[in-house]
């Protein structure tokens, strides 16, 4: 009677210190207010889909095409079919495995007759669940399965950002290498002009070669120019998974990239659809499940073997002909002393959910500054656009009075060359302010999340 109650009591025992082993996972991942500083708002835009962020139709050819080909993608999408593979085999982790092993074997001793023994088992081996090891296993693999899906998202998200990146950069120096051949002609204008004076005997030589040397460098910016487009190019076919060749575009400002982002303002709470703060937090759900396996392991486990199958072997006599074989055994182990390797795993797990914590709140933080720092720059370049743009027609008026002045004998060549190489600064600064403009947008869409497929 007292063993029955030791018995009953230590069962007791168990099942009050095993119940927390099966407790789901409850996300601590929090995405606290003001994180991204004062860029929040209590009326935020829902976060739309790529093709209406980028409205361009050749850049959204681009895209889709980047998606089905990316051979980085697809990587990541293999690793999703991997996870989900070990899924399913913890999913069978409950299921009894079996094996078929059959044996046969010759013996003879001392020149005597030989003996044939054969057995056809079939063997049986089924780890019982008691203490949440499987369950557990189980649901740190599906854990892991929901990482590799976050992964694939940060891959696609960052695809359609680079590809998007290029083609606006495509963009840009399709406009400056026109500003620059417009250029070119002005200043061969410019250039016979100043010969046409120094052979009437009104200027030096000193002017021409300066006014040739102005010129042939806006040659050199026209080279180099269309070599970044090659590369430029080059860069986008290798996330296209082709070879190189030309890339068809759209003109800046045919398609202008949606500012209701920007515009419209967004809250802490769409950062949840980062793929990045998701993976962290399927990455503390794992880690919790890996801490109550750890758990699991100071309690007993029990497994159930079994063999059936046709055997002439009777131990000590071979039997002819043979008899069915049936065994079942099972075995309940309970660790006693493991030279320390259970509470060293079991801290170690727990340390590492510790950690995965930590690194939930920098990513989060990060996050947010990654928002604030693609709005702040939205922001200072949509301020210079206006200013950008009144320099170039106050630039373009002043070179156009400098050459008349000049034309007329009024107006030195310097003050020439100074108008039209400032009228040049200014023009290629509006351009790639206008592209700044689009990047930061593509960096603020990114950095919310994306918007998925």
């Known amino acids: 009677m007292k063993y029955r109650s030791l018995f009953l009591a230590v069962a007791v025992s168990l099942a009050l210190t095993s119940c927390g082993i ?13 994180v991204m500083g004062v860029t929040e708002s209590s009326t935020a835009a829902n976060m739309v889909s790529w093709r209406q962020f980028f409205t361009d139709p050749l850049l959204q050819q681009l895209v889709e095409q980047a998606l089905a080909s990316n051979t980085n993608l697809a990587s990541a999408r293999i690793a999703v079919e991997q996870s989900e ?8 982790g409950y299921l009894p495995s079996f094996s078929f ?8 001793f001392d020149l005597s007759p030989v003996s044939k023994t054969y057995s056809l088992p079939l063997q049986m081996s089924w780890d019982v669940e008691l203490f949440g090891t499987i369950t557990n296993k189980k649901r740190a693999a599906k854990a892991v399965h929901l990482q590799a899906q976050c992964s694939e998202e940060a891959v696609r998200s960052n695809l359609v950002s680079a590809v998007a990146q290029h083609y606006s950069m495509l963009q840009v120096l399709d406009r400056q290498l026109e500003i620059l051949i417009q250029t070119d002609s002005l200043w061969n204008a410019s250039l016979e002009t100043q010969k046409s004076l120094w052979e009437n005997g009104k200027a030096y030589s000193t002017a021409v070669n300066q006014m040739e ?10 080279v180099d120019t269309r070599r970044s487009i090659r590369s430029t190019e080059n860069s986008l076919c290798k996330l296209l998974a082709i070879p190189p060749q030309h890339i068809a575009r759209s003109t800046w400002g045919a398609h202008a990239i949606s500012t209701a982002i920007a515009r419209d303002g967004f809250s802490a709470e769409m950062l949840r659809n980062r793929p990045d703060i998701r993976l962290a937090d399927h990455m503390m759900e794992e880690a919790y499940y890996n801490t109550q396996t750890a758990r699991a392991a100071f309690f007993p486990s029990l497994t159930l073997s079994g063999t059936i199958g046709w055997t002439n072997n009777g131990g000590g006599a071979i039997i002819d002909p043979g008899k069915l074989l049936l065994n079942i055994m099972g075995q309940l182990m309970q660790p006693i002393f493991s030279r320390g390797k259970l509470r060293a795993g079991l801290k170690i797990a727990k340390l590492k959910q510790q950690d995965l914590q930590n690194k939930y709140v ?9 928002v604030n720092e693609a709005l702040a720059d939205y922001q200072a370049t949509a301020e210079k656009h206006e200013f950008y743009h009144r320099q170039v027609a106050t630039l373009h008026d002043a ?4 050459h008349e002045l000049m034309d007329n004998g009024k107006a030195s060549y310097l003050e020439v060359l100074t108008a039209q190489e400032s009228l040049l600064s200014a023009q290629l600064n509006e351009a790639m302010n206008m592209y700044n403009a689009a ?11 994306g918007g998925g497929e």
């Open 439 to 449: 990047q930061s947008l593509i960096a603020l869409y990114i950095a919310l999340g």
């Open 22 to 34: 099966y407790k789901k996972y409850e996300s601590k991942a929090e995405i606290p207010a003001g």
């Open 101 to 108: 092993a059959p044996q046969g074997s010759l013996s003879s």
């Open 362 to 370: 920098q990513t989060v933080i990060d996050a947010g500054n990654q």
């Open 85 to 92: 593979a070990s899924l399913k085999a913890a999913r069978l």
């Open 213 to 222: 040397s102005s010129w042939l460098n806006v040659k050199t910016q026209i």
């Open 399 to 402: 070179y156009t009075g400098t």
